[in-house]
């Protein structure tokens, strides 16, 4: 097995120093697909070879994208799967609950940084680093303007289980980070860093894709007064022969389909452990089992 498959655990333990709370994000703009499940059996299967708990987490804060009907089909592969969270599922913790607390964030973030409206869209930006021209004319607090928070120059740095240390300059990658878009919606840079903070979530896995994403969010949970950044776990995609994401060779491999077409969920599971390299062949293995792809020699 690669080290870029599978964290040394007794390295990672040591970065986390106690047993992790980790968190299960999915966002609801789609249904489940074995990225999902690859991305659930690292979560839980890291949770659990490191004597660690998982929170639930649905990433609904943008209300253009999020659908209900993904949202419970979610729920409901989760629970055929097998994989059950310790905290966060009765009730669902969704962003979309939780405002408040993002307005509360946003107010402390305004106490001690500078937090100032942009009127600038998406298209003026044009994918670039934002260059803060927003920043000296003060804007008043006013409908369709977007809120931006100034990141302020250095690196930040992270450990992570299999990229190892990450360093990232977080202000030169992006700019003034956007924190509420001109539609008043939370961004996801911040809805998942203020929960990560609030929730005290200690161990981040997620998809190599988010990697970049990292700096930023731990500048921002120190500016929100956050002491230690999270231990980070970027695990490999699924890609296809072509380097295609799996999802789509599998005729977007929806978890649903696969029940119909008579898989068992272990056999699914076992599938997507396959897939992404942790173990040799697809051979079944049940969500409680999962931590062993982490543990075996
Ligand atoms: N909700 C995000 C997603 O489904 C994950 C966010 C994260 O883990 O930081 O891609």
Known sequence: MTPRVRPDLARLADML????LTRFAPSPTGYMHLGHVVNALYVWGLARALGGRVRLRME???????RPVFDTAILDDLAWLGFEADEGHAPVDRQSDAGRAYADAL??????????????????????????RCRALALPDAAGLST???????????????????VQTPDAQCGDLLVRDRHAQWTYQFAVTVDDLRQHITLVVR???LASSTGRQVRLARLLGRGT???????????????????????????????????????VIGLAAAEVGLQPEPQPLAARDVARLFTDP
């Not at 120093?17 to 992790?20: D, K, L």
């Not at 609904?60 to 999020?66: I, N, V």
């Not at 973030?109 to 100032?116: D, G, H, K, R």
């Not at 931006?148 to 990450?166: F, I, S, T």
């Open 148 to 166: 931006r928070v100034v990141l302020g120059p250095g690196e930040e740095r992270a450990l992570d289980g299999l990229l190892g240390p990450l």
């Open 60 to 66: 609904d804060h943008d209300r253009t994208r999020c």
């Open 229 to 267: 950044a999270p231990v980070f776990v970027h695990h490999p995609l699924l890609a296809g022969p072509h380097g295609k994401k799996l999802s789509k060779r599998l005729g977007d491999a929806g978890i649903a389909e696969l029940r119909e077409a008579g898989y068992t969920p272990a056999r």
């Open 17 to 20: 120093g106690r047993p992790p």
């Open 207 to 209: 998809g190599a894709d």
């Open 107 to 132: 107010a402390r973030l305004a106490a001690t940084s500078t937090v100032y409206r942009c009127r600038c869209s998406r298209r003026d930006i044009g994918g670039h680093r934002y260059d803060g």
